[in-house]
């Protein structure tokens, strides 16, 4: 339907793209006569009115013209151009469109006069060049015309003599210099620079009569013919590259084409009209032929002879049809239906005195016009996109290359997180907390960041006091004085003397009196001799008079507290005491009486004394700490804060240091939020900390300002957790919107891992999703993907892409002590330190204590041999390959290094001390039988020889059990001697020759028949207790049973191991532990094909249930504890990078002795679940 109808039968033309608001000039057409017959010609300009919902459009210029025009156009670049109009007098007229929108005279630029020779049919202007036109009049006559100089213009090459009107000209879009015209049925092409016609286009098959043409505004050799002929009514689409024949032919009117118009925004959209009364809008782009028209205007039942498309809107099109009426459409649909009334009355007003209906007939009510594909204009030319993580998407038509940049809108917010991010990577923030002291603008910033950094230093309640302005020892100096410090000599003063004393062979006399004697008095002060001390005798002190005054006054109580105490009614004597405020007396008996009496009377006391300091004293005495802060002056704030510092412990601290900063913020006065903020400092809560933040900074949105309180939240984070009490960031609902909101600015600006650090321990909705795109934006597999892909698929998952450069599996950075070198007992040199082996798959049998027996024994087998240790039970089977810690592989077998159990039941006082002895070059010394001493079954590991210092008959580090009789050896030590099987990192046999180990090998046939020694352990066992580690020396050996014989003893036979006793579930709190730990590892097993890799995992197991026994027990202490639970988190967040990092902090930093049994393995099932790519 149409948007806008003017009445007048005219040509039209829209104005430039660079005019707002639209006009429309309509100038009278030549070739058509309205109604009325009128022969006068106007050229008109018409507002175009789009903000009006209605059919009318507003005239803003009308002027009257020589002639009748045949062609109307408007171009220029400059102001509102010029209209150029060819009229049927032969002559161009050029108006300033400028001056006729202002209604100004003088808007005629010029005109032409007698160079054409008849009507001017058709006219275009150059749009690469606006000042050049193009005119074609009749007798094939073609002129180019400048618009600045009109006197002269020029040809496009040679005219033909064909007689015929040239009908349409029209300038190529693309290239400058040529023209197309057609006349007597034919397009002749011109090359203006050559000056002369390069093609003449005839169709011979169709014989298609051209009429119209209009130039592709893409492809710049491509064109289109229209012919006004009935037998033709088509188009074609022709390329004068391949002009043989048309590329394309658009059938689907049924008369002639009377014009077309090829839309410039689009090429895609070609518009022509006909005498069929329809106008059809083509694509000729399209590959199927009949399905080239893309919609149909509306049919009014006339003739449309002129077509327009809109410059700036290309979705409006101007019609002009034989009816007298100019019609405005759109595309894209809508409009209005037209005023049928007004036609009818303006045919009843042509024939006055004639009978009307009453009723109006009305027509059919046209459709909207519909395309069927949107147009090109609608395409952005060129686009940008913020993508997640501040990445800026930008491209253009111009190129097909997509660019993406990096935009940092807060430089110095990403700045100063590198700088947090740094300090926190620092094993200690104290330096960092000064100079954010020192560099703090108010000085409420200066002392928060002090309080801050108290946290890091050994004894931070001292700290806190001092930056309070207390001191412990402030008031006991000004009640005892120092004593004044005796003034001595300078070194250098004493050291000139001394020489003098040298040189003067030990003489004074080169002294002045004064000097001698100040060396003297010198001498004298730093003489501490005790002999010179004079002790005083003791002075006997008489004891003073008692008096038993038991007679009742009036006015006093002493009668009766004298009865009172006469009878031992020690309660009525302190209650007479207390009412005759006797305090001193009272207190004094009840002290004497009891803790009960003693309480209630110091509670009275308290209540009767005036003053200040009662109530105090009170709350001290009775460790009621709380009054103080709940009822002390706001103002005293700092002097109840140091009261809880000094009294309180740990966890009643934290409890009022949090009330009293709730006192200090509910009162809303502006000089207490800080003070608030420094007790909840003090206490370590976080959550309200941020909250009385907020209310001191509300503008949160400021980077800097939120940057600063996430510096106080992960330093305080850090010093809670180096306290022994970490705290998850994520759980307070304050604190973690904080969290995710920097994370999120951060994101903004490209810190995608720095922003993912601060969400590895999310547990809120928010930070998890927030957390997850960020692990998608850097590749990381995400924790929730990998627990779907493990539900659904049981069997072994297969990584599918490179692991992240963020997890990749990083060096060892904990090792389990080790005895670092082997001390050789005799002197000579020490190896250098070897690699620890790797922990063995077996686990020793367990040392079975037994009730003491007389020697010999009695359990029915052969006495003890000499040289021959009992071996450890150890599982059958074949030995498997064992994985060692730093991926090297070690053939199994029966470890020879089985720890000593000899050993746990010694003093503290005598374990982890080095040997300090050597044996006598004799031989190994002798040590006489205990007979006090009960007998034991030997241990488990092997024995060493006894030191030679060794007193007779005192037992090794305390309990140690001895052997009862001491024969001389019969057989070497074992360093001596060959037939013991060694390790592969034991120094060999000290004899100088193969022979002394023949005769030696011969002397004891029975020791090749042994069974072999296990090797000692180096490194903790999986599953064993925990044991002391420290060098034993070598026990004796040759100790024999009853008899008379050497050497005739039989070893005892190796108990039987006790069925492993039930272990008992995890503590509450630990159960998490265990639960992460065992899945994770169970994971790893399902999801791992090689076989060396799943024995380390089942040595992992072995290792971690000494933690669950140690959980169990309660052994561990707070800060071990702490990072354990810190890992277990980073673990269930899928960060194992963060929970390495914990690993080596708390490695570092905690007691080495209590988790060096399975820190490592932890830190193996890390790695190993980062190669496997396995996430909980």
């Given at each position: ?397 111009q190129s097909r290359a997509v660019a993406i940049s990096q935009v940092v809108t807060e430089e110095k917010l990403v700045e100063r997180s590198v700088q947090l991010e740094n300090a926190l990577s620092q094993s200690q923030l104290g330096p960092y907390c000064q100079a954010k002291a020192e560099a703090a603008a108010k000085p409420s910033d200066q002392v928060l960041w002090k309080f801050i950094g108290a946290n890091f230093e050994t004894a931070p309640r001292t700290h806190y006091m001092s930056l309070l302005g207390y001191n412990s020892s402030q008031v006991s100096d000004k009640v005892r004085p120092p004593a004044p410090v005796a003034d001595g000599i300078a070194a250098e003063v004493l050291a000139d003397k001394m020489e003098n004393l040298g040189t003067n062979d030990g003489s004074t006399s080169s002294l002045d009196p004064s000097e001698q004697f100040e060396m003297i008095a010198s001498a004298q002060s730093f003489d501490k001799t005790p002999e010179l001390e004079e002790i005083e005798p003791e002075v006997e002190t008489k004891p003073s008079k008692v008096e038993l005054n038991v007679e009742e006054t009036s006015g006093s109580n002493e009668g009766l507290i004298t009865q009172a105490l006469l009878v031992g009614d020690l309660e009525s004597a302190v209650e007479l005491c207390v009412k005759d405020k006797h305090f001193t007396h009272a207190l004094t008996l009840a002290a004497h009486a009891g803790q009960e009496l003693y309480a209630k009377t110091r509670d009275s006391v308290l209540k009767q004394v005036d003053g200040s300091l009662a109530p105090l004293i009170g709350a001290v005495v009775r460790g009621d700490l709380t009054s103080i802060t709940t009822s002390c002056n706001l103002g005293n704030w700092k002097e109840a804060l140091v009261a809880a510092l000094t009294y309180c412990e740990d966890a009643q601290f934290i409890a009022l240091a949090e009330n009293l900063g709730e006192r200090l913020e509910a009162s809303n006065i502006g000089e207490y939020i800080p003070s608030a903020m420094i007790c909840y400092v003090c206490a370590g809560s976080l959550e309200k900390f941020v909250s009385c933040w907020s209310k001191m900074q509300p503008n ?477």
């Amino acid at each position: 339907m149409k948007v806008k109808e003017i009445n007048q039968m005219a040509n039209v033309a829209w104005s430039p793209a660079s005019v707002y608001p639209l006009y429309l000039a309509c100038g009278t057409a030549a070739q058509q006569l309205d109604a009325s017959l009128n022969t006068n010609s106007t050229l008109n300009i018409y507002n175009a009115n789009l903000g009006q919902a209605n059919l009318e459009t507003k005239l803003a210029v009308s002027v009257e013209t020589p002639g009748r025009f045949h062609a109307l156009d408007w171009t220029g670049d400059q102001g509102s151009g010029v209209i150029i109009g060819g009229c049927d007098n032969g002559v161009l007229y050029v108006y300033d469109a400028n001056k006729l929108i202002a209604n100004q005279p003088e808007h005629l630029l010029g005109s032409t006069e007698s160079h054409h020779s008849g009507p001017i049919f058709s006219l275009s202007s150059n749009p690469l060049k606006s000042n050049l036109v193009a005119t074609g009049s009749v007798d094939c006559d073609l002129l180019i015309w400048d618009v600045n100089n009109l006197s002269s213009p020029m040809t496009p090459g040679k005219k033909a003599n064909l007689g015929a009107n040239v009908t349409c000209v029209q300038f190529n879009r693309q290239a400058e210099h040529i023209l197309a015209s057609t006349y007597a049925g034919h397009c002749v092409i011109w090359d203006l620079k050559k000056s002369a016609s390069i093609i003449s286009i005839v169709d011979s098959v169709s014989r298609m009569k051209a009429k119209s043409i209009s130039w592709n505004p893409d492809v710049a050799t491509q064109l289109l013919l229209a012919s006004d002929d009935d037998a033709t009514p088509m188009a074609q689409v022709w390329d004068l590259r391949y002009a043989n024949a048309p590329l394309k032919t658009l059938e689907g009117h049924q008369r002639g084409i009377l014009a077309t118009a090829w839309c410039v925004q689009d090429s895609s959209l070609l518009m022509t009209a006909a005498k069929d009364n329809k106008i059809f809008v083509w694509n000729p782009d399209c590959g199927e032929r009949g399905s080239e028209i893309v919609c149909e205007f509306p049919s009014y039942n006339q003739w449309s002879f002129n077509l327009d498309w809109c410059k700036r809107d290309p979705s409006l099109v101007a019609t002009s049809s034989v009816d007298g009426t100019v019609s405005v459409y759109s595309i894209l649909g809508g409009g209005l239906p037209p005023t049928q009334a007004d036609k009818f009355s303006a045919i009843a007003d042509s024939f006055p005195g004639m009978e009307m209906p009453a009723v109006v007939p009305q027509g059919a009510t046209p459709q909207p016009i519909q395309v069927k594909n949107p147009p090109k204009w609608f395409r952005r030319p060129s686009g940008a996109n913020f993508s997640f993580g501040g990445r800026l998407v930008s491209w253009n038509k111009q190129s097909r290359a997509v660019a993406i940049s990096q935009v940092v809108t807060e430089e110095k917010l990403v700045e100063r997180s590198v700088q947090l991010e740094n300090a926190l990577s620092q094993s200690q923030l104290g330096p960092y907390c000064q100079a954010k002291a020192e560099a703090a603008a108010k000085p409420s910033d200066q002392v928060l960041w002090k309080f801050i950094g108290a946290n890091f230093e050994t004894a931070p309640r001292t700290h806190y006091m001092s930056l309070l302005g207390y001191n412990s020892s402030q008031v006991s100096d000004k009640v005892r004085p120092p004593a004044p410090v005796a003034d001595g000599i300078a070194a250098e003063v004493l050291a000139d003397k001394m020489e003098n004393l040298g040189t003067n062979d030990g003489s004074t006399s080169s002294l002045d009196p004064s000097e001698q004697f100040e060396m003297i008095a010198s001498a004298q002060s730093f003489d501490k001799t005790p002999e010179l001390e004079e002790i005083e005798p003791e002075v006997e002190t008489k004891p003073s008079k008692v008096e038993l005054n038991v007679e009742e006054t009036s006015g006093s109580n002493e009668g009766l507290i004298t009865q009172a105490l006469l009878v031992g009614d020690l309660e009525s004597a302190v209650e007479l005491c207390v009412k005759d405020k006797h305090f001193t007396h009272a207190l004094t008996l009840a002290a004497h009486a009891g803790q009960e009496l003693y309480a209630k009377t110091r509670d009275s006391v308290l209540k009767q004394v005036d003053g200040s300091l009662a109530p105090l004293i009170g709350a001290v005495v009775r460790g009621d700490l709380t009054s103080i802060t709940t009822s002390c002056n706001l103002g005293n704030w700092k002097e109840a804060l140091v009261a809880a510092l000094t009294y309180c412990e740990d966890a009643q601290f934290i409890a009022l240091a949090e009330n009293l900063g709730e006192r200090l913020e509910a009162s809303n006065i502006g000089e207490y939020i800080p003070s608030a903020m420094i007790c909840y400092v003090c206490a370590g809560s976080l959550e309200k900390f941020v909250s009385c933040w907020s209310k001191m900074q509300p503008n949160l949105s400021n980077p800097n300002e939120l940057q600063d309180l996430v510096e106080i939240i992960m330093v305080l984070q850090r010093s809670l957790a180096a306290a022994g009490r970490p705290v998850n960031l994520s759980e307070g609902s304050t604190v973690s919107s904080l969290l995710c909101q920097y994370a999120s600015l951060l994101a903004a600006q490209g810190a995608l891992n720095t922003a993912v650090s601060y969400l590895n321990s999310a547990t809120q909705g928010e930070m998890i999703e927030l957390r997850d795109r960020l692990y998608r934006a850097l590749g990381y597999q995400t924790g929730r993907t990998n627990q779907q892909v493990h539900n659904v698929v049981p069997q072994p998952s297969f990584r599918q892409t490179p692991t992240p450069q963020g997890y990749q599996s990083q060096p060892s950075q904990f090792t389990p002590s080790v005895q670092a070198q082997q001390r050789n007992i005799y002197g000579e040199p020490t190896a250098p330190p070897q690699a620890a082996p790797a922990p063995s798959l077996f686990t020793p049998a367990p040392h079975v204590s037994q009730p003491p027996v007389p020697n010999p024994p009695t359990f029915g087998v052969p006495p003890l041999t000499p040289m021959q240790p009992t071996m450890a039970a150890v599982p059958s089977g074949p030995p498997p390959t064992v994985v060692g810690h730093t991926g090297g592989l070690r053939r199994g077998g029966t470890n020879r290094y089985v720890s000593d159990t000899s050993c746990l039941n010694q003093p503290p006082s005598m374990q982890n001390q080095p040997p300090s002895f050597m044996p006598p070059p004799g031989g190994p010394a002798q040590v006489p039988p205990n007979p006090s001493l009960p007998s034991a079954p030997a241990p488990t590991g092997p024995q060493f020889f006894t030191p030679a210092s060794q007193a007779p008959g005192a037992p090794m580090y305390g309990s140690q059990p001895q052997m009862q009789q001491p024969p001389p050896p019969t057989k070497p030590p074992a360093a001596y001697d060959s037939s013991v099987p060694r390790g592969w990192n034991d120094p060999p046999p000290l004899s100088g020759s193969r022979k002394a180990k023949q005769q030696q090998q011969q002397q004891l046939p029975q020791a090749s028949e042994a069974p072999k020694v296990p090797e000692p352990i180096m490194c903790p066992v999986p599953g064993a207790p925990e044991q002391p580690r420290q060098f034993m020396g070598f026990q004796q050996y040759g100790a024999e049973a009853s008899g008379p014989a050497v050497g005739a003893a039989a070893p005892v036979a190796t108990p039987a191991a006790p069925e492993p006793a039930s272990k008992g579930p995890l503590p509450a709190e630990h159960q998490i532990v265990q639960h992460v730990l065992n899945e994770i590892r169970e994971r790893c097993l399902a999801a791992c094909q090689n076989q060396q890799v799943k024995q380390r995992l089942d040595d992992i197991g072995r290792r971690l249930e000494v933690l669950f026994d140690k959980l169990r027990a309660g052994q561990l202490g707070s800060f071990t504890l702490g990072g354990v639970h810190q890992i277990i988190e980073a673990m269930k967040s899928g960060d194992y990078q963060s929970a390495l990092q914990i690993h080596g902090q708390t490695v570092a930093k905690g007691n080495f002795s209590e988790m060096s049994q399975f820190m490592p393995a932890i830190k193996m099932l890390l790695q190993t679940c980062m190669q496997l790519q396995v996430f909980l």
